[in-house]
């Protein structure tokens, strides 16, 4: 009788198998403020009927459609950027921009609000971005974006999100709400943003106030995008951890936050 083989192959390990998760973009808006104030930044009140964090303040974004990945492919190759997903979901957020706040970004030359309000209702019709790219004569600029950040908590069915940074380098302007998502728009300097989460006037969900912590380092526009460029972007996948007794939601160092901790209790999650 045949005898067993002394040692066994090893078995392989069992594949990993990455989350299904939605790509999206979100961009953070900068505009001048009093002279000696920190900049402030465009944040929208999500309705609390939405399913992803409904009631909370963010920044303007949302998911990458079809269209905008389309869209990307004019801009191809690119010898700044040939990364397609990176390209559609610059897109994304000029999209969503002018979708939930009436505000047009990145775009060739200055646009009135009259002008803005005009594509806007174009884009509800259409539901892309191209074609009211081609009848107002504009051509975006994705590549002004400065990339920022990328959260993506690993769990099915979570949002892939690409941060990036625009400034508008002015004061008012002007900008309304989408009702269908949102209920409130305003402006705020990093701090206030905070400053009003901690009264309760405001909620946030743990990356964006992550965002917010960082973003309340900088006196400027271009002190924000100093920082960006020393920290390459790499994602972001908040993870718990148990110390002492207490469960904390954390981050990695090494990614320009001030803080990457916050307790488990205190946490909203989207």
Not at 35 to 61: D, H, N, S, T, Y
Not at 174 to 194: C, M, P, Q, R, Y
């Amino acid at each position: 009788m045949a005898q067993p083989p002394s040692s066994l192959p090893p078995i392989p390990p069992a594949a990993s198998v990455s989350p299904a998760v939605k790509p999206a973009a979100t961009v953070v808006i900068f505009r001048r403020a009093a002279p000696g104030q920190p900049p402030e930044l465009l944040m929208v009140q999500r309705a609390k009927e939405m399913r992803f964090a409904g009631g909370a303040a963010v920044f303007p974004g949302g998911r990458i459609d079809p269209a905008d990945r389309e869209l990307a492919a004019q801009f191809l190759p690119n010898p700044g950027c040939n990364d397609s997903d990176d390209i559609a979901a610059r897109i994304a957020a000029i999209r969503e921009t002018l979708e939930e706040t009436g505000l047009m970004i990145a775009v060739d030359r200055p646009v009135s609000g009259a002008e803005a309000a005009e594509a806007r209702r174009q884009l509800l019709a259409e539901g892309a971005l191209a074609p009211v790219l081609v009848r107002m004569g504009w051509q975006i600029l994705p590549h002004s974006l400065v990339s920022f950040a990328r959260w993506c908590p690993m769990r099915d069915g979570s949002f892939d999100t690409r941060f990036y940074l625009a400034d508008l380098g002015t004061g008012a302007v002007d900008i309304t709400v989408d009702l269908t998502e949102n209920t409130h728009l305003f402006w705020a300097s990093a701090a206030e943003a905070l400053a009003m989460a901690d009264r309760g006037e405001i909620s946030v969900i743990f990356p964006t106030r992550r965002n917010l912590d960082r973003l309340a380092l900088f006196a400027s526009f271009d002190e924000a995008r100093a920082q960006a460029e020393a920290y390459p972007v790499r994602m972001i996948s908040p993870a718990p951890i148990e110390e002492a007794g207490e469960r904390w939601l954390t981050i990695p160092d090494g990614h320009g936050y001030p803080v990457t901790r916050q307790r488990m209790d205190t946490v909203m999650r989207g």
